[in-house]
């Protein structure tokens, strides 16, 4: 969003340095991207009357004779003091008042190029010296019109004038992170952005009257008729203006209007469009126009109504842009009489579209459901100003007000307000905050007294009573996102300054240790001391990986005003987004990884508290991806169990079951195991991807997985000793290969290791390493690798193998 400082000017006496000033909204509003200085864009460019005007035979070209007051520096003029300049534009003529670059200024479309274009004096046709050049307004980089020069107005134009100062653009455009105002729809035009900026500064703050109207000057013309019918939650408020077109022969100068928009980021269309959006750029609030005779004829009803409902599934509208577009029920449609005319908050649609027969106009003013209009924006590729504002949820309280002013300024450009139409019957009730002293002073650890409060509120325009130690505030309709006294507080602050407070500790302990904390930060080490890779990932999703990975879609949350269409529902758990990024890393060029995550999964089926909070749960997701093909599930299943043998867990590998509700779908059965407490409490599970899966990823044969629910090994931590840091004596390692009948699981043979491993009084790791069934055989090969030691002597050889006999008659 592009913000003239120029214009904040208007409304608020400055009193620091730009460069203060762009400092104090950083840290107090909003991030400035970039602060754009053109206060030297259009130096040497001036006002000018043409004295002459010579069309050149068997050419497109004129010779013209100007008038520049004299105020150009080093440049040829006649006995009369006037300059040659050669100008190609159709609509030059004596008399007109005109824009000219003199020799040695910039043309301001190439002020911010890499090599800016330095205007000269030019030979042209071999016989005429043309000094500097009459400026279109393309090249005054004001709009993108080429058909002609721009003409200025000479009732408020001088010969000589300096154009920069003439239309004030001599500015600092400030380029404003927009995405951080989600909330402050108010902030959103020129008048909201302005008014915070006073309360920055400290000042007080009055809004200009046109906005705070309730009721309009004029009666409404009782042939004119509409009705008004919404879906409140599609559409809290509609206004509309109905208005008839005089003819307006006046010609079209060059407009302080004309340059805001520029300097906007907009482009001048036409007088009544350019309203409309300057009027959106001071308020924040969009406005549209229809024609009302076509759009009575698309309703084919004598008493046309006005009715904004729900688009319905298939149902069809051409667009003004020429577009077709298929509606959805999430789209929002602005009908007559159920025929629709726009697609709401969007585009107006060609049937009701304003051109040269246009005698009568309905403007509209409304304000729609956010959370519809992100959908339409999505849905069909929409990312206009109008939109963009709407998708904040612009506040009911200014559609009148703004569409009044529309109806006062177009006067100027030859129309008549006939009538006003308001779907708000009655005064809403205004939202009303009671905060005390003693709250705000203790969040903030300031020391804040009732005047000062009641100063820095009033600045920004709440009417604020002090009750004793309390604060009362009557919220301003235009601030939506004003509701407890936390948000009070937070504006109290924010204004101030938070850099302000004094950064004191607190005096006393601010809370016990965060035992999840610390287990985090443990296993954080654990696994990027043994080569993973720690990654953060959205907890928000696309739908589609749900499916690939064979979860269901109806077990997540699905997020109402999703911040993009890739981020639609909330993850069920954390290895599917270790997946996606996997493919990610491949095509980087990393051929063997592993990475995992520590977050918060909301699964459906956590359910919800009694507010109806979705519940959470803390999980370590695991991912394990070789390139060469090489089996990855016995070095996943290492790094569990290094995890559980670190925490002393003792635990059991059992037979994989697939969860009821699909949140371990994406492994293969027949290659994953489940980990659990020996009483049968599931800690996690470990495997291998399925093949599907990982065509759908794009990801190499086999990648493994293991997924372990933190508050369950938070629980366990600690339950026995099993690390080998506990011996001072050397460990004993083997490894051992075991031929079993093809029904012994692996697990169950690991679990008989560890027994008689412990039951001898030695602890021990043990981790199965490789399973092998030759062609048609009913045995196969279980090997494993052995880590065990005494705790009070250093094993002697022929115990060790007295062990190793015990272990190899195991079956």
């Known amino acids: 969003m592009l913000i003239s400082l120029n214009w904040i000017k208007k409304y608020v006496d400055i009193n620091v340095s730009n460069e203060e000033l762009i400092r104090l909204i950083g840290a107090r509003l909003v991030e400035v991207e970039e602060a754009i200085d053109e206060t030297h864009k259009y130096d040497g460019i001036f006002a000018v009357k043409v004295i002459s005007a010579e069309k050149i035979p068997d050419t497109h070209l004129t010779l013209c004779k100007i008038d520049d007051g004299g105020k150009a520096e080093k440049v040829e003029r006649d006995e009369k003091g006037y300059i040659q300049v050669m100008c190609g534009a159709p609509n030059v003529h004596e008399g007109m008042l005109a824009t000219w670059i003199a020799p040695g200024a910039i043309v301001p479309s190439t002020y911010h190029d890499k090599e800016p274009f330095e205007i000269g004096m030019r030979k042209m046709l071999k016989k005429y010296d043309s000094y500097g050049m009459l400026a279109g307004a393309d090249e005054l980089a004001i709009g993108d019109d080429h058909s002609g020069i721009v003409e200025l107005d000479p009732a408020t134009t001088t010969p000589g004038d300096d154009f920069a100062k003439l239309f004030e653009l001599d500015d600092v455009i400030l380029d404003i992170e927009n995405k951080s105002l989600t909330h402050r729809p108010d902030t959103f035009g020129i008048l909201g952005f302005a008014r915070e900026v006073a309360g920055i500064l400290g000042q007080p703050f009055k809004t200009n009257d046109w906005y705070l109207r309730d009721a309009a000057d004029f009666a409404n013309d009782s042939n004119i008729k509409l009705n008004i019918e919404i879906d409140e939650k599609l559409c809290p408020r509609y206004t509309a203006v109905v208005l008839s077109l005089k003819a307006n022969n006046a010609p079209k100068y060059l407009t302080l209007q004309d340059t805001l928009l520029a300097r906007s980021g907009m482009r001048p269309i036409d007088p009544v469009v350019d309203l409309t959006n300057i009027l959106m750029l001071i308020s924040g609030q969009p406005l549209h126009a229809f024609d009302y005779d076509k759009f009575v004829k698309v309703g084919k009803s004598k008493n046309p109504k006005i009715i904004v409902r729900a688009a319905k599934k298939g149902e069809k509208l051409t667009l003004l842009d020429g577009k077709e577009a298929e509606l959805n029920v999430d789209d929002i449609v602005i009908t007559s009489n159920n025929v629709p005319v726009a697609l709401a908050g969007a585009m107006g649609g060609a049937n009701t579209e304003i051109d040269a027969n246009t005698k009568r106009v309905i403007l509209e003013s ?11 924006q999505m849905a069909h590729g929409i990312f206009s100003e109008a939109i963009t504002r709407f998708t904040k949820g612009q506040p009911a309280g200014q559609t009148l007000p703004v569409a009044l002013r529309f109806a006062e300024q177009a006067k100027a450009f030859g129309y008549e307000p006939l009538a006003v139409f308001d779907s708000q019957k009655t005064t809403p009730v205004v939202e009303k905050v009671e905060l005390s002293l003693v709250q705000l002073n203790n969040l903030l650890g300031t020391n804040f007294d009732a005047k000062s409060v009641q100063k820095i509120l009033q600045n920004v325009e709440f009417e604020v009573e002090i009750k004793g130690d309390k604060v009362v505030t009557k919220v301003p309709f235009w601030r939506t996102d004003i509701h407890i006294s936390e948000d009070v507080i937070e504006e109290l602050g924010r204004l101030t300054g938070y850099d302000n407070i004094a950064p004191v500790l607190p005096l006393h302990a601010t809370s016990d240790p965060n035992e999840m904390l610390a287990l985090k930060t443990a296993l954080r080490e654990h696994l990027s001391a043994r080569g993973a890779n720690e990654v953060l990932t959205y907890s928000f999703i696309h739908g ?37 990024k996997s493919y990610a890393n491949l095509r980087a060029g990393h051929e063997k990884f592993a990475l995992f995550e520590m977050n918060q999964v909301y699964p459906r089926t956590n359910g919800t508290d009694e507010d109806g909070v979705p519940q959470n749960s803390h999980k370590l997701g695991f991912v394990i991806v070789d390139q060469s093909g090489k089996s990855d599930y016995y070095l996943a299943k290492k790094y569990l169990l290094s995890i559980l043998d670190s925490y002393g867990v003792d635990y059991k590998i059992s037979p994989f079951v697939e969860a009821k509700d699909k949140t371990n779908a994406y492994c293969e059965p027949k290659r994953s195991a489940h980990v659990e407490t020996k009483d049968g409490r599931l800690i996690g599970y470990v495997g291998e991807i399925k093949q599907r899966v ?55 043979i690991e679990a008989k290791i560890r027994n008689t491993l412990t039951q001898r009084r030695l602890i021990n790791r043990v981790v199965c390493t490789s399973i092998y069934q030759a062609k048609g055989a009913d045995t196969k090969n279980v090997s494993f690798h052995l880590d065990f030691a005494r705790t009070d002597k250093t094993l002697e050889k022929a115990e060790i193998q007295a062990i190793m006999k015990t272990l190899e008659k195991i079956k």
């Open 544 to 580: 589609d990986l749900i499916k690939k990975v064979g979860e269901i879609p109806e077990n997540s949350y699905k997020i109402v005003n999703s911040i993009s269409p890739d981020l639609q529902y909330i993850r069920q758990s954390i290895v599917p987004s270790l997946l996606d």
């Open 366 to 376: 409304a304000t729609f459901s956010l959370y519809n209009l992100r959908k339409t």
């Open 694 to 748: 990982l065509r759908e990823l794009k990801l190499p044969t086999p990648t493994a997985a293991f997924e372990v629910d933190l508050s369950v090994l938070l629980e366990l931590k600690g339950a026995s000793a099993k690390d080998f840091s506990f011996s001072q004596f050397p460990s004993v390692a083997r490894d051992l290969t075991l031929t079993l009948p093809l029904s012994c699981k692996a697990g169950e």
